[in-house]
């Protein structure tokens, strides 16, 4: 500490051992006269490597504050190797403004990042292992991803108990990071596609507590797309070559364009509370590879859950959730107090796809 700074260099050190084993046997080729599995994949599967992992990284930050204005500023190095060797310098900036006779505070950032794949199933994924999974494919190595984080807002204090936020914010990135399965078993493996953008907004008002009552309720809204080809990992089957050389977008986890949230807590007493919260979701993107059949996926998923997917628009179908909260505390005395509290989830029973 200096003056109005706060200066902070550091650095972290993580070393890894990995040793992955994995077997899979083919129990049934066909479902319903459907094609599961080609018959060029052998039934018998086995995958046994070992490596290490080095990851290190330094970093200098320093936080200024000038009256109103507070400042953050920092560089940060990365060293990565594993299957490959890679390392990023990364500056990041943030500051925000406080108008104390407003009540409000505007802030923004920007981050320079770089994220490494993440540990699970990574050796596999590396693996040129395509001759022994039927002859059709690639397999290239993981890179990390870079990113440019971009975020702006504001907090504004309304009636002394409640306040608003609000958040836009825009993320892009190169070699994103994402998972796929392995054949059709629930085994998945890391692999990266070339590109991503993800733009949204982030709302929530908040009351502290009026009298007995306090809660919150938030609305978000955003878009996400990523952009082929993929850039590594193991891909099988007769669309790697699409896959990898091909051009074209597709929709992100992210891409939910409605995603509401509430929740209101009232004071019984000085020991006991009751809350009520709600939830909804306008629905994710999703994706039927190849030709579908309707009467295949009730019988792999159950008609109640095809139901609450609407295949040809390519989402699921708005979800909410009704949640109950009661809680009491027992005892408080001396600094140690013990509480008890009961949660009720989805109290209409409703049936929600994710």
């Known amino acids: 500490h200096r003056g109005r700074h706060e200066l902070k260099p550091g650095g972290e050190l993580k070393l890894g051992a990995l040793d992955e084993r994995f077997e899979s046997t083919i129990t049934a080729r066909t479902l319903d006269g459907f094609e599961v599995f080609d018959d060029d994949v052998p039934d018998r599967f086995a995958f046994d490597d070992a490596g290490s992992s080095r990851e290190h990284a330094l970093f200098v930050q320093n936080l200024t504050r000038l009256g109103p204005l507070t400042l953050a500023t920092g560089l940060r190095y990365d060293y990565y190797r594993l299957r490959t060797e890679d390392h990023a310098l990364s500056p990041r900036l943030s500051g925000s403004w406080y108008a104390a006779p407003l009540g409000l505070v ?52 309304l009636f002394e108990r409640v306040r608003l936020d609000g958040t836009f914010f825009s993320r892009r990135a190169t070699n994103v990071v994402d998972d796929d399965l392995l054949l059709n078993t629930g085994v998945s493996f890391p692999l990266t596609f070339s590109r991503a953008v993800v733009t949204g907004v982030e709302t929530k008002l908040e009351i502290a507590a009026w009298g007995p009552v306090s809660g919150w309720i938030s609305y978000s809204n955003s878009t996400g797309r990523g952009d082929l080809p993929f850039a590594g990992g193991l891909f099988l089957g007769d669309e790697a070559d699409e896959l990898l050389e091909g051009e074209g977008s597709f929709r992100l986890s992210q891409d939910q364009r409605h995603t509401a949230r509430a929740r209101g807590r009232v004071s019984l007493s ?32 159950g008609a109640a859950a095809v139901d609450r997917a609407d295949l040809e628009r390519g989402r699921v179908r708005p979800s909410w959730s009704l949640d109950a909260s009661a809680g009491v505390t027992l005892f408080d005395r001396g600094g140690r107090v013990l509480r008890l509290q009961a949660d009720v989830f989805n109290l209409t029973d409703r049936l929600n796809v994710i």
């Open 106 to 157: 505007v802030h923004g950032s920007y981050d320079r990042t770089f994220e490494t794949p993440p540990i699970e199933n990574i050796l596999l994924a590396s693996a040129n292992v395509v001759d022994e999974l039927g002859g059709e494919g690639q397999s290239r190595t993981i890179e990390p991803s870079r990113g440019h984080f971009l975020e702006t807002g504001f907090s504004k204090q």
């Open 270 to 301: 000085s020991r006991a509370w009751v809350a009520l919260a709600g939830s909804y979701n306008s629905g994710l993107p999703i994706e039927v590879e190849g030709l579908f059949d309707t009467g295949l996926l009730v019988r792999q998923y």
